[in-house]
C-alpha cells in the first residue's frame, strides 16, 4: 500500500475537496482531518502533547469504534490517561 505523502494531501486533496464541500457528516470529518493536517504542519505531531491531541482527533473521527491507537498509548503512556474513558 503506498502511503500519501502530507504534500500531497495538502496540495492536491485539501483544494479539491474545499472546493466541492462535502455534504454529509463527512464534512465534520474532513475539517478535522484538516485540524491534524494543521498541527503536523507545526510539527505538533513530533511532541507527546501533540500525539495525544491527534489522537483525540481521531478518535472524534471515529463513532463506531474505540479507536485500538488510543488503547495502545493509554496502556503504554502515562500522559494519555486524560484521555480515558
Do not use: W, Y
Request: proline content about 6%; aromatic content about 4%.
Amino acid at each position: 500500500m503506498v502511503r500519501p505523502r502530507r504534500a500531497d494531501l495538502e496540495h492536491r486533496v485539501v483544494p479539491v475537496l474545499r472546493a466541492v464541500p462535502l455534504r454529509t457528516a463527512k464534512a465534520r470529518d474532513f475539517a478535522l482531518f484538516c485540524d491534524v493536517l494543521d498541527l503536523m504542519r507545526g510539527d505538533r505531531h513530533l511532541s507527546l502533547d501533540g500525539r495525544v491531541e491527534i489522537a483525540g482527533i481521531a478518535q472524534a473521527m471515529n463513532r463506531k469504534k474505540p479507536s485500538a491507537f488510543l488503547s495502545f498509548l493509554r496502556d503504554c503512556t502515562p500522559a494519555m490517561s486524560a484521555l480515558r474513558t
